[in-house]
């Protein structure tokens, strides 16, 4: 509470504190304040650098990844993608800071971070699709249950996503993507991308093994037969 009155934020059963009836309150010296309570003793830590989020806050699901962009905080979890700018909210007694979730309510994986331009753009993988996150709002970019996305390092207008049943290159043709995908000779998840120093693409599937795309046929992406694009690397080739 502030000198004026004005209620920043509540402590109650609902966020950590074990019970609401508060019999009594102490400061200590380092500031932490005392709470004895009913049938137990809580201590709230005002100058921890620390602050704990739970579903108390706004976040539902187990956390898959975290990202900043933009000064906000965004979070995948199992459940969706939700989002905490740093201010405090005003709600009908007090003030809370708490996450947003964005309307994409389904198993987020990860985010991407991709640069067009000199401009950097945030997109979140999920199990319905690749999505741009724009001002809190999302545009489809890929319809398909994605594991992951990857920036090229040698064209920064060409994406990479790994799906359930194959892979999709996605190249960024002014302000649309056009979208390749190949789906036929890996039946597994694409779970890992990477792009070494002479311009192949690598392939992590959750079994088959590695997969990897010459940096002279994936030019040939939307032609090529899946058979003769990706070279396979499993335990026959020497891997555990």
Known sequence: ????????????KTNLLLDNK??????????????????SLSKIEFNSPFTFYNDKDGISGTISAITKF???????TTLGVFCYDGNLKRTDQFYENKFKQLSLKAECFSFLKAKFKGKERLFVVSQKGLYEIKDLGLDLVLEDFCFTAFQSTTNENRLYVGLKNGVA?????????ETEKKKKN??????????????????????DGIYRIDANKKKNFS???GATLFTLYDTVSGLP
């Not at 933009?70 to 995948?76: A, G």
Request: charged share 20%.
């Open 186 to 207: 890996i039946m597994n998840e694409i779970t890992t991308i990477a792009e070494d120093e002479k311009g192949n693409i690598w392939l992590g599937a959750k079994q």
């Open 223 to 225: 032609t090529a037969d």
């Open 70 to 76: 933009e000064n906000k905080i965004y979070v995948c």
């Open 22 to 39: 508060v019999n009594a309150l102490y400061l200590d010296n380092s500031n932490n304040l005392w709470v004895a309570l009913d049938q």
């Open 1 to 12: 509470m502030s000198k004026d009155g004005t209620t920043y934020r509540v402590y109650d």
């Open 169 to 177: 290159a996605l190249t960024l043709n002014g302000a649309s993507w």
